[in-house]
């Protein structure tokens, strides 16, 4: 049981350190929000001078173009990124967290010369197709369908909340090939060009006044077979190794950033007076008790990858519910602190609070993530 | 950086594990609880040859030479095993009161305004001087961030004339009420060090006692059935589990970690979410449980009503919060 960190690995903080410092300055300005074209020329941006570095796909396996770092480096690069005010993985987050891992781990050859060095070097953005209307927690009840027409799939359906869809080149579709197999079955995950004849988006405003995601209609939609990810039918296997690098590591830097943004309230309520009140300052150091337990449980589980040969384990989903619901807590405490000005949506932390609400939903809800801990780590019987 | 348990830390929790099972099984346990709860003077004894009290006193003074973080791994184990005494304090003495190390006497507790447990069996008797954040109360005692011992005619002298027993919320842990004055004792060097490393080895306890209930949950639903299925396969009582698991898990982490740095601040957060792991899984154990969980019969209310005496001792939540907070500062 340890928590120093090997010479080798404070070098490369070192080193990752003095690059952050020289190069940040030279970032463009941070776009607004609903500036959804600028989003992408930052976020992208970004991901071109990490490729520059050789910091592109850190994590990622060498032959699939990474540098085969060890989790423990990534956990410094994702803690130091975010230390130093470097920006969010932003529009390149399913790339590089989901969709390259998955091409890197079940592609072949050819699909993964085609598909990961754009992604490294933050020439395209992927976006996730998964959800739709009627298949959301119950993801394998999907209905888009793909029938074979020669070298191509015909896709026809719809697709919902698709994050970065407005910005994407690529989409990690799931579609149904089999409509008389099982569920679980007849599904397979296929590589869609965003700008293919038949993709139309139409953006969904979330409770923030913002687009962050949208729905997506397909209607006869030519995607090549080639295009394919592992077998026909098999595609339900190959989500499952999507799923899996998704909660992995997604949320390192997010718990980094929510222990500055503790500080700052804290220093905050000096200011204003709140700090006197001790239901107030107690409750802020409850929270410091969670975020720090939280910052040691990542890196218990990184290092139990680390100890495992690199796999994310199930201690991303105890991992995921209680940083969710801590991080709500978080900004229902900041709006205790702005006392009056939490209605102001100009003030800081009063946007953050309205997308915390996201954090019990978004990659699998609160309920489902209980039923994966209950099953998958304490063997309870499945249920209905 | 490898925050994993290490393979002589791994036999040293499965040797303490095997040591407690074969002396303090479910069969003794229960037999010790209907049988008086004195302490078993012998088991106590096997518990000093086996490094429980002087594991991390140097091998110059006779002791084991180990560190925090496997103290904290015995007293987890302690936890789980429902072992009652005054095992932190007997533990925080080794060295400095004598006979402690080798599990020859038995050494309480007395922190201002808290019921001291075991007093009567008790030979020797750490008393904590306030901690930083409280004003000192009236009467003689320690100065804030000291610790002094008390043993031989003036603990007999505390026992006879300044405190009375009190009925105890857990038939484990007798408890007794200090109201009278109580001698000056000898000064203990680094008395500050006890209170944080009483905390984190009380916090120890607690992780134990945390994971163990989520065993018997997990256990009791995957047997009992009702309405023709295990009760474990309905949600509610999956996610009541999964939620203890988390609680658990979480605090594990934070005790672990505590231990590494030994930190004041994350010792405290390990006590707060140690604490509240211990309390509300031994309370959702007893809902899984049922009408049997509300028995005497099923070991969870040993856990609860020792999970609500610890969270109480050493340092409160209360304390714990206001430390976490200055440390945000
Ligand atoms: C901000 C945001 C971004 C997203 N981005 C994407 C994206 O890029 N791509 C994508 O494919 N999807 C995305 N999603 C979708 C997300 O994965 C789903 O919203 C989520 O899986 C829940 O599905 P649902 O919305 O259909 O809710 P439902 O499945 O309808 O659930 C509604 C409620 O019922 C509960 N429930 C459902 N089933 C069960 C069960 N078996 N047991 C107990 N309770 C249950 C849920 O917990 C929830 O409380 C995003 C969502 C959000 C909020």
């Given amino acids: 049981m340890d928590l120093a960190y090997t010479e080798a690995e404070e070098e490369f903080r070192a080193r990752l350190r003095e690059w952050l410092a020289a190069v940040l300055p030279s970032l463009p300005a941070k776009p607004s929000p609903d500036d959804w074209p600028g989003r992408r020329a930052y976020d992208t941006a970004w991901q071109r001078m990490l490729y520059d570095a050789g910091y592109a796909g850190l994590h990622w396996p060498v032959d699939a173009g990474g540098q085969g770092a060890t989790p423990t480096q990534h956990l410094i690069f994702l803690e130091e990124t975010e230390k130093a005010g470097a920006p969010y993985v932003g529009a390149n987050f399913v790339g590089l967290l989901h969709a390259g891992p998955t091409i890197a781990a079940e592609g072949t050859a050819e699909q993964r010369a085609r598909w990961l060095p754009p992604v490294l070097r933050g020439d395209e953005i992927w976006c996730q197709g998964f959800s739709e209307p009627d298949a959301g927690s119950d993801l394998a009840s999907l209905r888009t369908r793909a029938v074979r027409d020669g070298d191509h799939y015909v896709v026809s359906g719809q697709k919902i909340w698709t994050s970065h869809a407005e910005v994407a080149d690529w989409c990690e579709l799931l579609v149904r090939t089999d409509p008389t197999a099982p569920r679980h079955r007849g599904i397979s995950w296929l590589a869609m060009r965003m700008d293919a004849p038949g993709v139309t988006v139409r953006p969904l405003r979330t409770l923030a006044g913002s687009t962050e995601f949208a729905e997506m209609f397909l209607d006869e939609v030519r995607v090549p077979v080639s295009h394919r990810i592992g077998a026909e039918n098999d595609g339900w296997r190959v989500t499952m190794v999507t799923l899996s690098f998704e909660r992995g590591t997604a949320f390192v830097g997010e718990v980094v950033a929510c222990r500055r943004t503790l500080a700052a309230l804290a220093a905050e309520a000096q200011a204003n007076g709140g700090w006197d009140d001790p239901v107030l300052r107690r409750r802020l150091g409850r929270l410091n008790a969670e975020f720090r337990a939280l910052w040691r449980l990542t890196q218990w589980n990184v290092s139990e990858a680390q100890s495992s040969g690199g796999v994310p384990g199930t201690g991303g989903s105890v991992f995921k519910l209680r940083y969710s619901h801590a991080r709500q807590e978080l900004y229902e405490a900041a709006a205790e602190v702005l006392g009056a000005d939490a209605a102001d949506l100009d003030r800081e932390w009063a946007l953050d609070r309205l997308s915390s609400l996201s954090y019990t939903i978004a990659a699998g809800t609160s309920q489902i993530q209980r039923n994966i801990v209950a099953e998958r780590i304490l063997g309870l019987p499945k249920g209905r | 950086m490898d925050f994993q348990l290490s393979d002589d830390q791994r036999a040293l929790r499965a040797g303490v594990r095997e040591l407690l099972a074969g002396r303090f099984g479910r069969d003794r346990m229960r037999a010790a609880l209907d049988g008086g709860t004195g302490i078993d003077r012998a088991l ?92 000192p109360g009236p009467g003689s005692g320690p100065e804030p961030g000291e610790a002094r011992a008390v043993t031989g005619g003036a603990l007999r002298d505390v026992v006879r004339e300044a405190a009375r027993p009190v009925r105890s919320l857990d038939p484990f842990t007798p408890l007794w009420r200090v109201t009278g004055p109580v001698g000056p004792g000898e000064l203990l060097s680094g008395g500050a060090r006890l209170r944080d490393e009483g905390a984190l080895l009380a916090a120890a306890e607690q992780l134990g006692s945390a994971a163990r209930t989520t065993e018997m949950a997990v256990q009791h639903a995957g047997e009992r059935e009702q309405f023709g299925s295990p009760i474990g396969s309905f949600q509610a009582v999956k996610h009541l589990c999964a939620g203890m698991l988390v609680r658990a898990e979480l605090a594990r982490s934070a005790v672990y970690a505590a231990a590494v740095t030994a930190d004041r601040a994350e010792i405290a957060g390990a006590k707060l979410l140690a604490d509240d792991a211990a309390v509300r899984n031994a309370r959702d154990c007893l809902q899984v449980h049922g009408g049997m969980g509300f028995t005497w019969e099923a070991d969870v209310h040993l856990h609860l009503k020792r999970a609500w005496l610890r969270s109480g001792q050493w340092l409160t939540a209360a304390a714990a919060e206001e430390a976490l907070a200055a440390d945000l500062c």
């Fill in chain 2, 44 to 135: 106590w004894r096997e518990l000093g040859e086996a490094g429980f009290f002087a594991l991390r006193l140097p091998e110059t003074e006779g002791g084991v030479g180990l560190g925090l973080p496997e103290s904290v791994l015995l007293f987890e184990e302690a936890g789980r095993s429902l072992l009652p005494g005054p095992l932190i304090a007997t533990h925080l003495a080794a060295g400095a009161v004598k006979g402690a190390a080798e599990g020859e006497t038995v050494v309480a507790v007395l922190d201002a305004g808290q019921p001291v447990g075991h007093l009567g069996d008790a030979d020797g008797l750490l008393v904590l001087g306030p901690g930083e954040a409280r004003t």
